[in-house]
């Protein structure tokens, strides 16, 4: 097949992906999805109709991870395929993996190493906790990183115990925080003409996305608590019941507060001292949530919507995932898209959440398959016909 280019932005770039799992792909995928050459490199040993990391092959978690991307299989572990790697990344601009630290140094395919062959490479990697330090060797995992990095500590209901993000946060935000750190190198490349190493952390990224709640505590020593679904600093704010569900709320300062009374029918609270002002309603938060409780749940949760949006309120409804994907504006963004496919399978999955207005991005191939280009990418990078036979035959490939 053809290089699956889903846009020109990135299509002068060749990235050799080495990752597993989730931070890794969700980096490589941002790549993949602005048009770089991305080559999915597959550790030999892997059953190719089994399960992988990241479920089936064909299941809605791998196919999401990894489509506009070909795939080769390749054995590190043998010198020849050592020898193999390093000619493939002689000529690429990116290397990503997500290893334990000390793997890539015991492969021979570290930073160092691969700088020697090729200046130009920029090496991205993410890992648990970094590449050195006390916990470095320790395997990292998404919920531990939310657990470290404080943030099942502020979400949840108060006195509930800690509680975990319904997504992976602290992969998903290592992935995209690294394809910025690559981003970044390249565009530094072009001054330098030099590569560099970009490192990232789960960890590192689930504090980073911490905020103002850490920001609260560097700054002020406030330690935040868990709030549940009110906003620890804009009140009233949160979620109320309406005659069918549940909306969103939120207010932010004393103006939109006006509307918000004025649109629920409660004037009255405007001027009552127990919640004219931001630290009335903060220290009163529990009974003003009540009040607003009690009116919200007279009428329907559209019925609301319309009218508190037509008063200048932010307010929402709370959708599940297939009410979500109903709504007239997410179908409007087009945010859910067909990928193409020989095989006519039914592939449809979250596209890019940013619009470039003369180099898209698009669904331009499905996953591939277990080392499906094998032959193919190889023959671009220089091997001859004869020398993949050698390798298929050792077993190398």
């Keep these: 097949m053809p290089v699956p280019h889903a846009s020109q932005a990135l299509s002068r770039f060749t990235v050799l992906d080495l990752t597993r799992v989730r931070s890794g792909p969700t980096c490589v995928r941002q790549l993949a999805d602005w048009g770089a050459n991305v080559i999915k490199i597959d550790a030999l040993t892997e059953d190719a109709g089994g399960e992988q990391p990241g479920g089936p092959r064909h299941g809605s978690d791998f196919q999401n991870l990894h489509r506009n991307k070909r795939a080769m299989t390749l054995n590190l572990k043998d010198p020849k395929g050592l020898e193999v790697f390093k000619r493939l990344a002689e000529q690429a601009d990116v290397v990503v993996e997500n290893f334990r630290p000390d793997v890539k140094a015991k492969l021979g395919i570290d930073y160092e190493s691969l700088r020697q062959i090729n200046p130009r490479i920029v090496y991205g990697s993410i890992s648990g906790f970094g590449q050195d330090g006390p916990y470095h060797k320790r395997p990292g995992f998404d919920q531990i990183a939310q657990g470290m990095g404080g943030l099942m500590s502020v979400t949840g209901a108060p006195g509930g115990g800690p509680m975990r993000v319904g997504i992976p946060v602290a992969d998903l935000a290592a992935g995209l925080f690294c394809a910025i750190g690559i981003l970044t190198a390249l565009l530094e490349r072009d001054v330098s003409g030099e590569g560099q ?7 590192q990224a689930q504090i980073f996305m911490l905020d103002f709640q850490a920001a609260r505590w560097l700054m ?46 409660a004037p009255e609270l405007i001027s009552d001292p127990d919640y004219a002002t931001a ?29 508190l949006n037509a008063a200048g309120v932010p307010c929402g409804p709370i959708y599940s995932i297939d009410q979500m994907f109903e709504d007239a504006q997410v179908k409007h963004l087009g945010i859910a898209r067909d990928v193409p496919n020989t095989e006519n399978r039914h592939i449809r999955l979250v596209s890019q959440p940013v619009t470039l207005s003369r180099t898209p991005s698009t669904m331009a191939a499905r996953p591939p398959e277990f080392g499906e280009q094998t032959d193919e990418v190889l023959a671009e990078f220089g091997f001859s016909k004869d020398e993949i036979a050698e390798l298929r035959q050792r077993k190398v490939v």
Excluded at 197 to 203: E, F, P
Excluded at 279 to 307: C, F, G, H, M, Y
């Design 197 to 203: 190493w970009v490192q990232t952390s789960l960890l």
């Design 220 to 265: 002020e020593k406030e330690v935040a608590q868990q709030a549940g679904n009110n906003h620890p600093t804009s009140i009233p704010t949160g979620v109320f019941k309406t005659s069918d569900g549940y909306i969103n709320i939120a207010t932010t300062g004393g103006r939109i507060w006006e509307r918000c009374a004025q649109a629920i029918g």
């Design 279 to 307: 630290p009335a309603r903060s220290k009163n938060r529990d009974a003003l949530n009540a009040k607003i409780n009690e009116l919200t749940q007279k009428k329907s949760t559209e019925t609301w919507v319309s009218e």
